[in-house]
């Protein structure tokens, strides 16, 4: 390309990010932080020594938290310079999404042509999914940036054979398994690229570049058995159904929530159109590409595919692992193959635009719900606090009948008196260990009687949809902390913000703060 082309591509590349950064600030504030996202900056501001603490504490089953601690570390820093408020600890998303986005031109470019590396940048920037979780105080957005950056250095050194590039393969393998384990997926999709393009030479190397990885990675390797225990004792993913790919599909070229069933269909029916237009595309073009855009296009298809499958099979047979938003780097993946379709993949033109405005679309409607979601996960916790602080008196107590709702509001105000009751022991919610309660300085509580103390008022915060699902459990007559508060107290009036109540008890009989065998 002349330097007059190079000059023409950095101007469009400068404004699809300009447009991508743009995206991901609305309502980066608005939207309530959630229950992980708050245990994030909880927990980050602690530093390392409590957050090494927090994790790796033996605790009954294994280590006391399953995460590395790589973003966390980064979220510490960031947040000594830039502060937590809600848009300043989501802004690290924001410009980790914004590097991906440039990374996703660059690996499409090398691996097909520049028109391609443009509009997978584009689809990039568009695609709700992405924005979510550049828009999201987690290590997701961050686990992606370095599985496409390994895979770049990866591409890059499979064509130069230099050793920089393996090393620069192997420490982002590191980084990125420093950053969420479940990377591991993606990584052994892309050491087994030797063998699946029968590329013998490379197999010898990649073997140098993993091994130089699994050393870099060994400080912590060391502790993944007690993490692993702690998966498999206690958490609370389910085993993923055959449908399940299907519905992370979806989540791709839409967004990982559960929104209205006409759009969510739309987005289902609109992700199983690509996908089938793409498989068929390739079948037809495939005698006339040229090797290197088979390799490159089988590439992609396989780290998409076999990662996703390989965590699928292993949430089957083992221990359910599979999330979608640990499928992030995969989901840039699919944008990449759909650049492909769209620029190279020969489709006529009518119905490229047809599938083209369909998706954006449907990718409209996932954005405007992503941006403006107000219920569970994410209800208005800020306005909910602001309510309390304006209307709670010396004497009255909060409590929460979980820890969901603790740890934002506690976000949003570390003044106010607030309790959580804990999780069943030993249940799929018991996830919150005792040491990393004690580095939060949040310790759950297993006697309502006793949290509260004969408190003249309490705010009791559930969700609306608590005591509903609590009922439908087997053997479950009453939700036990409204149904000994409504014993003890006299109920007032919910005060709702969303699905997020509020619900004030007031007048105590004389009841004693002890806990008998049955209190709650």
């Known amino acids: ?14 404004l699809i990010l300009l447009v991508a950064f743009g995206l991901r600030l609305v309502n980066l504030g608005g939207r309530a932080l959630w229950y992980d996202e708050a245990f994030a900056v909880l927990f980050a501001e602690k530093g390392l020594g409590a957050m090494l603490y927090g994790t790796l504490t033996p605790v009954e089953g294994g280590a006391a938290d399953i995460h590395p601690l790589l973003y966390y570390t980064v979220l510490n820093g960031w947040m000594r310079l830039f502060g937590q408020s809600p848009e300043m600890v989501r802004l690290l998303s924001v410009f980790t999404g914004l590097l991906t986005v440039a990374v996703v031109y660059r690996l499409a470019s090398e691996l097909f042509d520049r028109p391609v590396g443009m509009a997978a940048a584009l689809i990039a920037t568009l695609a709700p999914f992405h924005i979510q979780y550049s828009q999201e105080t987690r290590m997701y957005a961050l686990l992606a940036l370095l599985l496409l950056l390994a895979t770049w250095a990866y591409w890059r050194a499979w064509r130069s054979g230099r050793a920089a590039w393996w090393i620069g393969f192997a420490v982002l393998a590191a980084l990125a398994m420093y950053t969420q384990q479940l990377a591991a997926f993606y ?62 599909l979806r989540s791709f070229v839409t967004v990982s929530l559960d929104y209205p069933p006409p759009w969510s269909n739309a987005g289902f029916v609109i992700g199983a159109i690509l996908t089938v237009l793409l498989i068929m595309q390739i079948r037809m073009r495939w005698r006339r590409m040229h090797a290197q855009e088979k390799k490159a296009l089988l590439g992609v298809i396989w780290l998409l595919g076999g990662s996703t499958a390989s965590l699928w099979l292993v949430s089957q047979v083992l221990t359910p692992v599979y999330l979608d938003r640990a499928l992030v780097a995969q989901g840039v993946l699919l944008y990449i193959a759909l650049a492909w379709l769209l620029v190279r993949g020969g489709l006529p033109r009518s119905i490229a635009v047809l599938v083209t405005v369909a998706w954006l679309i449907v990718a409209g409607a996932g954005y405007v719900f992503q941006v403006t979601w107000r219920t569970f996960p994410n209800p208005p916790f800020q306005e909910a606090v602001a309510y309390l602080r304006a209307n709670t008196t010396p004497g009255d107590m909060i409590v929460h009948s979980n820890k969901l709702t603790m740890l934002p509001m506690v976000y949003y105000d570390r003044a106010l008196p607030q309790a959580y009751m804990a999780d069943r022991p030993g249940s799929g919610e018991d996830t919150l260990a005792l040491p990393t309660q004690e580095v939060l300085g949040l310790i759950g509580q297993h006697c309502l009687p006793e949290a509260l103390a004969r408190a003249e008022r309490v705010w009791l915060v559930i969700f609306a949809q608590e005591e509903e699902e609590y009922l439908s459990l087997p053997g479950v007559e009453a939700h036990p902390h409204l149904d000994w508060l409504r014993t003890h107290y006299d109920q007032g009036q919910a005060v709702a913000f969303e699905d997020l109540l509020l619900i004030p008890f007031s007048n105590p009989d004389d009841y004693v703060p002890h806990c008998p065998e049955d209190a709650p």
């Not at 699994?214 to 060391?222: E, Q």
Request: zero cysteines.
């Open 1 to 14: 390309m002349s330097a007059a082309g190079r000059t023409n591509a950095l101007r469009w590349l400068a």
């Open 187 to 248: 990584l052994a999709a892309l050491g087994l690229m030797p063998l699946l393009a029968r590329a013998w030479r490379k197999i010898l190397p990649t073997l140098a570049a993993a091994g130089l990885a699994v050393l870099l990675y060994l400080p912590w390797l060391v502790n993944l058995p007690g993490q692993l225990g702690k998966l498999q004792a206690y958490y609370w993913i389910p085993r993923p159904s055959l449908l399940r790919p299907l519905l992370t």
